[in-house]
Every structure is written in C-alpha cells, then in structure tokens.
C-alpha cells in the first residue's frame, strides 16, 4: 500500500483555515472554562485562559509546519537537503508540542 504523504500532507494545509482553527481554539477554551466554572465555582483567571490559548496556538503552529516541513515538499525549499527539513521539522514539533501541552496541563493541574 503506497501512501503519497505529500498528498495529505497538501489536503490538510488546503482546508485547514487559520480562521477555522482560531474559533475553534476559543470554542474549546469557552468549553474548559465552562467546565471548570462548573466544577470549581469560580471563573478561570484571565492570565490562565491566556496561557491556554497560547498552548492551543502552539499545538496548532507545530502540527501545521510539521505538515509544511516533513509531509509536503514545496519548490521553494528543495534547496535544502531532506535531513535538513526532517530535523527542523521534528525538533519545531517536540519544542511546540511540548510546550504546548505543558502549559495546558500545568493549567489544568493548578486548580
């Protein structure tokens, strides 16, 4: 079975909207919030909810250039040698993912 990683790897940049997955973003934060507003009593902090949508943001940034980097390969870098684009793209997507999830768990774990 041949999977052609380009293809999808182009699908998924042509239908995933930066609009799309912003107010999908704030839907899941509105969701959490309501969630913990229920559960605590209280209202999440401003400061955590900021901290929430950065991680979110930085979750969808490193898939994104994961999809750029390592499933497609545009003209513009064939430049570059393939382990060049396969480092920067896996160490983008450990550091942002990484740093992504961290914060949402720290946020989730403070209350």
């Excluded at 041949?2 to 704030?26: E, T």
């Excluded at 559960?39 to 750029?68: E, H, N, Y």
Aim: proline fraction near 3%.
């Amino acid at each position: 079975m041949d999977i052609n990683l380009d293809l999808i790897g182009r699908a998924y940049l042509d239908h995933v909207d930066y609009r799309v997955s912003n107010l999908a973003i704030m839907l899941l934060i509105g969701v959490i919030a309501i969630h913990r507003r229920a559960k605590l009593k209280q209202w999440v902090p401003l400061q955590d909810v900021v901290r929430a949508a950065l991680g979110f943001l930085m979750i969808s940034t490193a898939l994104t250039i994961f999809c750029v980097f390592m499933l497609t390969k545009p003209p513009y870098l064939e430049a570059l040698s393939g382990d060049n684009l396969s480092t920067t793209a896996f160490i983008t997507v450990f550091v942002m993912l990484g740093l992504g999830i961290s914060e949402i768990a720290k946020l989730y774990r403070n209350k």
